[in-house]
């Protein structure tokens, strides 16, 4: 169980490391990049705190997303346990707010779909590593032998 939720860590991290280095540099990719600068536009059109009166710079907002991918993603691979926890809580907020932000779009179902799957991967991901603190921390009980049993 923890080599395989390693290896499901590594490529979640990996993945999001990629993702955010897309999103902040121009050098991977200039069709790519181009396109992120679009999308980020739309995207802070819809950013969640609108209503409270507060829309990001999209360039900003996606070199913040960028940031937080890369170094979360990073965190998720070669952090310490409790930085892998919260490494995981802040990719699953941001697939949240992901997800949030293409329903506000009223984007088609297929663009869900990257964010669905590494939210499921991520809550999977922290689901099963408290099962295992859960079990690691649980006492072994010894068995009474049956000599000393009341009946």
């Given at each position: 169980?923890?080599?395989?939720?390693?290896?499901?860590?590594?490529?979640?991290?990996?993945?999001?490391?990629?993702?955010?280095?897309?999103?902040?540099?121009?050098?991977?990719?200039?069709?790519?990049?181009?396109q992120?600068?679009?999308?980020?536009?739309?995207?802070?059109?819809?950013?969640?705190?609108?209503?409270?009166?507060?829309?990001?710079?999209?360039?900003?907002?996606q070199?913040?997303v960028?940031?937080?991918?890369?170094?979360?993603?990073?965190?998720?691979?070669?952090?310490?346990?409790?930085?892998?926890?919260?490494?995981?809580?802040?990719?699953?907020?941001?697939?949240?707010?992901?997800?949030?932000?293409?329903?506000?779009?009223?984007?088609?179902?297929?663009?869900?779909?990257?964010?669905?799957?590494?939210?499921?991967?991520?809550?999977?991901?922290?689901?099963?590593?408290?099962?295992?603190?859960?079990?690691?921390?649980?006492?072994?009980?010894?068995?009474?032998?049956?000599?000393?049993?009341?009946?």
């Open positions: 169980m923890a080599l395989l939720l390693a290896t499901l860590r590594v490529l979640l991290g990996g993945f999001f490391v990629l993702t955010g280095a897309a999103k902040l540099s121009e050098q991977i990719s200039a069709p790519v990049s181009e992120m600068k679009a999308l980020f536009v739309q995207f802070a059109e819809v950013f969640p705190l609108k209503v409270f009166g507060y829309q990001p710079d999209p360039m900003s907002y070199a913040t960028g940031w937080l991918e890369l170094l979360a993603g990073l965190l998720l691979v070669v952090g310490s346990p409790i930085l892998q926890e919260i490494s995981n809580l802040l990719l699953t907020l941001l697939m949240i707010g992901a997800i949030f932000t293409l329903v506000s779009l009223n984007e088609s179902l297929s663009t869900y779909i990257p964010a669905i799957v590494c939210l499921s991967l991520l809550i999977l991901l922290d689901t099963c590593q408290f099962a295992v603190q859960t079990q690691e921390a649980r006492p072994t009980r010894k068995k009474t032998p049956a000599i000393f049993e009341e009946s």
